[in-house]
């Protein structure tokens, strides 16, 4: 289970994550979805571990994020949009070497290396170089990586970005199994139809803030939509027209002082 509980994130003056609060449970696939720039990709980093929240926290399995760090990193797999490989290490090295990192070795690790080869269909270039390697093939390896050591909880930020039909379809495939393995399972992204096809529950997210969370059909209903995508647009509109009016309450008071 992954629960944060008023995280926030400010880089000097600009608040990128403010009291984002949400639990995503084992045997979920839980959303974070919004615009880019929205505090996915931050609030995720948080939970990683790779960052430090400015206030709240969360927990993985029950370790905190701010004490708990390698606890939390050994319950936790994470694939990040920008990940990628070394050109001249083989499938095989690199889930060798993060297994390594996790303290694993021996029969045990390559069990479990040959294992995720089977199970995400990496066979083939099990034993190639990766230079050369296609934007699908490098998102399967990668997404091996985050598993080498098999976490309950798994992140996925934009997990299908960039990638072509068949490749897209495989990554959801795998994801669907995650579900069926129990594991708990978060993933940003800014596409309705990855939502709709793969989300249990969802949280909007916006400026940094979470401003509805639901099931993708509580939040149609919610807001008498025809679709998540029409849902989706009240929600963020709601809010900037309330932004708008924020502003223009401040702009009057600081008239009227003047």
Do not use: W
Not at 110 to 138: C, K, Y
Request: glycine share 8%; hydrophobic share 40%.
């Amino acid at each position: 289970m992954i629960q944060a509980t008023q995280l926030a994130k400010r880089f000097k003056k600009f608040d990128a994550v403010k009291d984002v609060t949400f639990t995503a449970y084992p045997g979920e696939v839980f959303g974070l979805l919004g615009p880019n720039g929205a505090g996915k990709t931050t609030t995720l980093r948080m939970l990683a571990t790779v960052i430090s929240p400015t206030s709240g926290t969360a927990t993985v399995s029950g370790y905190d994020i701010r004490t708990q760090k390698n606890a939390v990193r050994s319950h936790l797999g994470i694939l990040v949009e920008s990940a990628g490989l070394y050109a001249h290490s083989t499938t095989r090295e690199h889930l060798r070497y993060i297994g390594n990192l996790h303290g694993l070795n021996g029969n045990g690790l390559e069990q479990r290396i040959d294992e995720l080869i089977e199970t995400l269909d990496m066979i083939e270039f099990a034993d190639r170089q990766a230079q050369g390697f296609s934007r699908g093939m490098v998102r399967k390896v990668v997404m091996a990586m985050a598993l080498v050591h098999n976490p309950t909880n798994i992140i996925l930020d934009e997990p299908t970005q960039g990638l072509d039909v068949v490749s897209t379809r495989a990554v959801r495939d795998t994801i669907r199994r995650f579900r069926e393995e129990g594991r708990c399972v978060v993933i940003s992204t800014h596409h309705m139809d990855e939502v709709e096809r793969l989300c249990d529950r969802v949280a909007i997210v916006h400026r940094g803030e979470i401003l509805e969370q639901g099931t993708p059909q509580e939040l149609i209903t919610r807001y008498q939509a025809n679709n998540l995508e029409t849902a989706f647009v009240e929600i963020i509109g709601a809010q900037a027209l309330l932004e708008e009016a924020e502003r223009e309450a401040t702009t009057s008071r600081t008239r009227k002082r003047s």
